[in-house]
Nanobody
Framework: QVRLVESGGGLVQAGNSLRLSCAVS????????MAWFRQAPEKEREILAQISYGGGQSKVADSVKGRFTISRDTSKNTVTLQMKNVKPEDTAVYYC?????????????????WGQGTQVTVPS
């Protein structure tokens, strides 16, 4: 029922900025938590940031806090990951994800709806 499509990836030089967008469609989105994940080659998938689609609550992983921010625009049906001062270690496939959520604390786990991913490459 929920469809997620990422865009904005590509090759970007270290130190520059990149903005990834997730186009969101489907019913009852106000009851969903949204998240950005990434998976680099031969590394485990990691969560980067989460946001409540309806309420605007958000948090960012300590590993990227200060460089990455998450936001959403319900009028545009988009969730955005703003990446600043990108580094070669940011090279990965970036995924938008969603799950049903009714709690008070944004979840880190059990996201079960996924986009196809968008490649971000930062050459060294």
């Amino acid at each position: 029922q929920v469809r997620l499509v990422e865009s904005g990836g590509g090759l970007v030089q270290a130190g520059n900025s990149l903005r990834l967008s997730c186009a969101v469609s489907g019913p009852a989105l106000v009851s969903y938590a949204m998240a950005w994940f990434r998976q680099a080659p031969e590394k485990e998938r990691e969560i980067l940031a989460q946001i409540s689609y309806g309420g605007g609550q958000s948090k960012v992983a300590d590993s990227v806090k200060g460089r990455f921010t998450i936001s959403r625009d319900t009028s545009k049906n988009t969730v955005t990951l703003q990446m600043k001062n990108v580094k070669p270690e940011d090279t990965a496939v970036y995924y938008c994800a969603a799950r049903r959520w009714h709690g008070a604390s944004l979840p880190d786990v059990d996201y079960d709806l996924w986009g196809q991913g968008t490649q971000v490459t930062v050459p060294s």
